[in-house]
């Protein structure tokens, strides 16, 4: 197994450990970085953690927490960082 998917699978494994309906803002943000990368990666994230992203949809601080974190990635992805 190549590391790229040791890490999809490590992020998969963190998505199931969350089991509650809805989500605070401690909860978000636990799934965050998780919901992220897999977005990054081309997941459709109100597929992957549909609470976290009912909680983004309404919570203006992680949401913006959840763009920075997006915008990271992007400039990781496309070698700017």
């Known amino acids: 197994?190549?590391?790229?998917?040791?890490?999809?699978?490590?992020?998969?494994?963190?998505?199931y450990t969350m089991?509650?309906?809805e989500v605070d803002c401690d909860g978000?943000?636990?799934?965050?970085s998780f919901l992220a990368e897999l977005t990054a990666e081309g997941y459709d994230p109100k597929?992957?953690?549909p609470?976290?992203?009912?909680h983004l949809d309404c919570c203006t601080s992680c949401r913006e927490a959840f763009r920075a974190?997006?915008?990271i990635l992007k400039a990781q992805q496309a070698g700017e960082c």
């Open 47 to 49: 597929l992957l953690l």
């Open 1 to 15: 197994m190549t590391l790229e998917t040791q890490r999809i699978h490590k992020l998969i494994d963190g998505i």
């Open 69 to 71: 974190l997006m915008s």
């Open 51 to 54: 609470a976290v992203q009912a």
């Open 28 to 32: 978000c943000d636990e799934q965050l």
């Open 19 to 21: 089991h509650e309906p």
